[in-house]
């Protein structure tokens, strides 16, 4: 059964050129690899596991909500424990040295988000914090064509444990995607005001000028998008952890109706600053425990 849920998964991948472009901004000019079909995605499945600790196969430990949002706070006090909840695009951009992902120690990181986020073989898991698959340094103002946020989730779920459950990729839109179809055990999609997002799980929104909505999913082609993990579920807000916000692991506040959910029954979402859209409900080995009132 695993073996065709990951053949599936690769077979959407054709569909998702480029990916890495659509992970958090508008495709430029960096394109991921080409996708891995036949006899050879069946050889990496026995390899797969190799790029991460043995600790994350599945039968060290449960896969569990704590695991992931301890794993991701760990990540985000490494960055300094940054809090971002002005709009988007607010904030003056930096100048290249004073970004985190261009820092020592820091880009290193972000090089192993990609490395171990990834599946092995593909041309995305040699990126870093600002190197291409070749070893070269890329200007800081080109750092949208490797925008890692859908690394660093997919570095998140690879070390917590999630497996073979989650579809590791460069773009939050495959695994988006996966979720909608019901490609995967591991990930459920639900519309913003069907689903109160629980700890561990994700949230996710548009990008761009024409932001995908739930009823186009899944879609025939990559979208710009950008997904968070809740870290934190109080009445009426979510703390959420994402990567590459301000060129870091930051936080950020989202605002939710009375019954936690991100919209009302209209769909409109509650947050005012994002165009959230879906919530993916991610398959842990642990019941949902209820937010403290």
Known sequence: MRVLIVLTLRRLAPLALPLAMAACAP?????????????TAVHQLAIVDAQAPPFTNGTWMPFTRDAVVAIAMREWRMFGQPVDDDPPNTRPEPLPQDKPERQEGLWQRVGEYWWIGQDPGTREAAFTGKHTAGGEIFKAKNDADYAWSAAFISYVMRIAGAGRRFPYAPSHSYYINAAAEHATDGLSAYPIQAYAPQLGDIICTGRGAHPVAYAQLPTLAPFASHCDIVAGVRPGMLTVLGGNVDDAVTEKHVPTTPGGTLAGP????????????????????????????
């Open 27 to 39: 495709p430029r000019t960096a394109a991921p690899s080409a996708p891995v079909t036949g006899s």
């Open 266 to 293: 209209d769909g409109v979402p509650v947050d005012t600053r994002y165009p959230w859209f879906a919530v993916l409900k991610v398959n842990y080995d642990e019941p949902v425990t209820p937010p403290a009132a």
